[in-house]
């Protein structure tokens, strides 16, 4: 068991390696993950809303409301900067319609889980990064429906209701469940949490080889603008949400969690939106895709500076 323990703690440790291997594999040799259909991808992303509801009680969301303050300075950074970052963007760049969406899609999303796991690795304040990953999950099937169709709507036809719906099933219902479980069967669960990074990492890691391989040639074909608006957007969120924070006076473990909660978006859920509400414009899954691959790195780079 104690082997096994190492093994996790390494493979989640690498994260960023591993999801970099995957990526390059996946891009030039399609064949490796091309026979997954994308139809998975949806409860694979419900796995890791699992686990981490398997980690959370329902007396970690009371930081929410004993310190308010914090949580609505961190969430209103969520959903103001990287949607308008991200509509920005597209229009300095000239985005095509199909990738605009897709980086639209990506800004309006909430914080990604790995955010979590990045704040550890960061020092940050894991439990300020966990209130804001949950709040902003619950906050998500009325705002990310809302900023993409007040950001995008004027030009493609969102369908709010089915996007609201997808976001309920694939990230409230498996983390509810993880909570429920953990409540009920909390010793077990802890024998269990060492191991769920090692779970996250390769659930993500196969999320993106899917989506890579599914779409090879278009990103190969267009991955210089994508890429050049992926990682611009990915930068400015962890330089924004640092300099937001450290304008309103809050700590530097703080100021750590909200730019990586910030920066690091549930690109996997948007690339899932994407492929799922936009199948008329294949390409709109692109920036997600990247995103998930680049913000994994930048994240575990992010986290070594921030950590000294």
């Not at 902003?136 to 990310?144: D, E, F, H, M, R």
């Not at 493609?156 to 409540?183: E, K, R, T, W, Y």
């Amino acid at each position: 068991m104690k082997q096994f323990y190492q093994l996790a703690t390494l493979i989640a440790s690498n994260m960023a390696l591993i999801v970099v291997a995957v990526s390059l594999v996946s891009l030039f040799i399609p064949s490796s993950f091309i026979w997954i259909s994308t139809s998975a991808i949806t409860p694979m992303i419900g796995v890791v809303m699992f686990g981490m509801g398997l980690t959370l009680r329902a007396s970690d969301f009371k930081p929410v409301l004993m310190h308010p303050r914090e949580i609505v300075i961190g969430e209103l950074a969520q959903f103001i900067i990287m949607p308008a970052t991200a509509w920005l963007l597209c229009k300095c760049l000239h985005l095509p319609l199909e990738l605009a969406l897709g980086v639209i899609l990506v800004g309006c999303c909430p914080g990604g889980t790995a955010s979590n796991v990045i704040c550890y690795l960061a020092n940050g304040d894991v439990a300020l990064s966990v209130a804001m990953t949950g709040v902003s999950t619950l906050v998500a099937p009325i705002a990310t429906p809302a900023l993409v169709f007040i950001l995008a709507g004027k030009e493609v036809d969102i369908n709010i209701i089915g996007m609201f719906a997808s976001i309920v099933q694939v990230v409230i219902i498996p983390i509810v469940a993880g909570i429920a479980l953990n409540h009920y069967f909390n010793n077990l669960c802890k024998q269990i949490t060492p191991f769920l990074p090692m779970v996250s990492t390769i659930t993500i890691a196969s999320i993106i080889g899917i989506i890579v391989s599914h779409n090879a040639q278009n990103i190969i074909s267009c991955s210089l603008l994508v890429a050049l608006a992926v990682i611009l957007h990915n930068l400015l969120g962890l330089t924004l949400g640092y300099t937001v924070s450290s304008i309103m006076r809050l700590p530097h473990d703080k100021r750590t969690a909200i730019s990586i909660e910030v920066g690091m978006q549930n690109s996997g859920l948007a690339t899932s939106l994407a492929t799922t509400h936009f199948a008329f414009f294949p390409m709109a899954a692109i920036p997600g895709a990247i995103f998930s691959v680049w913000h994994n790195i930048s994240g575990s780079i992010a986290a070594h500076i921030l950590r000294r």
